[in-house]
């Protein structure tokens, strides 16, 4: 594979956006500045006379600036380590408020005492409204290292100079054992909950019809009164009914801080890519059987209106297919096979916010083997997603250990089950986490 080019490993294409590396480099400067003023006074006798007789007096006059007696919080040009920390902490309640919607039930109380909490607490709400969102509007790709080896990124779009979209590779951006710890952690989760038979839902009626008929049921005709009032989703039984004949990829996922493998991921992706750790959402590893693929999508939404979108893709596979499996970029005509520890990394929104249908991709069909991905979206906007989560769909009555079924428009296979974590899966994870680092 070819070697980065300079202009990839170049650090300054990563907008300032006083949050990450610029910051820290900025206080840096701002050091040696005042180290060389120091020196020039030490040098010239008749001010370091002057410097000794007013230092009280300067040292008064920079105490009164830097702690005013009415300090105003919302000059963003002084640094209060205090408003910094209620800030992070801020955030941690976010990123702790997503967590527990892995659990429904205990989602739905909270749910219910939240608006309260909210509304008793002003000073609280206006905190929120002051706190600016990180933006995540492009990508600064670089070489990293890996258990000691080099890792260097390859543009895919290079024949694509004018392409908004940027798509670029890793090879071995995780090593052999971190992609057999998630495939166990995985097929370990799937294997728990195989039991339960999914509630399956999908996005319409005539979906549905057409993943009976290609399914070969030919003598069940459906109407929307089998849908579960208020869903488009079919009760339990009726689903146990259909589903052995139904195929879909599988997905387990888990949130940032959640493990040690959250976190080294994240920072790791942070390195090579520029994602910031602040705009990632879950983490997701998806498994496809034989004849199972997923239908070409965007990321993000077409025509988006509010930039609450997921700006990049990083998708790694955790295994090699034997035969299909490929990502494809249709637009770009980009195909990537799937290989161990490879990773690709795109964005799927420009620099303005905007979704790029040109970033439409597919996973085709599964031919021979069994595919294994992980997959992180980032977002264009930090805190916003992070304080908000978009509602869970209405769901037929169901177990709490459940998983649930999701039929999108149909091609190739586009089903997909879900079963977000819960505590029992977590205390696993953990005691598997020794194998991940
Ligand atoms: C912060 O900025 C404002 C407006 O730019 C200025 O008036 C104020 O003096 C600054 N405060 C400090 C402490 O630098
Ligand atoms: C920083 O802000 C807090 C309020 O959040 C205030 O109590 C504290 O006095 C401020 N620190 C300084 C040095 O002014
Ligand atoms: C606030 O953050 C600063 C800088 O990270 C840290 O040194 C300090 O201990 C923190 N204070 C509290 C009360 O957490
Ligand atoms: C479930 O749905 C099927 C198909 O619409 C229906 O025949 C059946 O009565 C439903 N069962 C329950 C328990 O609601």
Known sequence: MGKPTKRLNKRTQRPVRGEGTSAVGGRNVSGAGQAKVRRSIADNKFLRAVAILFLPVLLGVFGLIMYPPS??????????????????????????????????????????????????NKAKTSEMEDFKPTILDSLAIQE??????????VELTKDHPSSPVKIYMFEGLLTERECAGLRRVHQRHLTETNAQHPIICFD???????HLRDAGIKDVSVSTSDFTQGTTCINSSFSEELGSSLTWSHSTS??????KFSTIFEDRVFKATGLKQSNGGKFQITSYLEGIGYKTHTDCTLGNHD????????????????????????????????????????????????????????????????KF??????????????????PEPDLPARASDQPRVSCDEYEHGSCRWYDEWNNDHLTEYRALQSGLS
């Open 71 to 120: 300090f105003d919080l919302s000059t963003n040009n002084v640094t209060n380590t205090t408003k910094i920390n209620k800030s992070a902490s801020k955030e941690s309640i976010i990123h702790g408020h997503g967590d527990k919607r892995r659990n429904d039930r205990s989602t739905k109380d909270k749910e219910k005492q939240r608006p309260s909490q909210t509304t008793n």
């Open 144 to 153: 990293i290292i890996v258990d000691e080896n080099i890792v260097s990124p």
């Open 204 to 210: 319409s009626l005539s979906t549905f019809r057409r």
């Open 254 to 259: 888990f949130y940032p801080a959640e493990s």
């Open 307 to 370: 930039k609450r979108d997921r700006y990049a893709t990083i998708l790694v596979y955790l295994q090699d297919v034997e035969e299909g499996g490929e990502t494809k970029f249709p637009e770009l005509g980009i195909s990537v096979t799937p290989r161990k520890g490879r990773a690709i990394v795109w964005n799927n929104m420009n620099g303005g916010g905007e979704c790029e249908p040109i970033s439409i991709h597919e996973a085709a069909q599964v031919k021979t083997g069994h």
């Open 373 to 390: 991905i992980i997959q992180r979206w980032y977002y264009y906007k930090s805190f916003s997603y992070l304080g908000k989560r978009a």
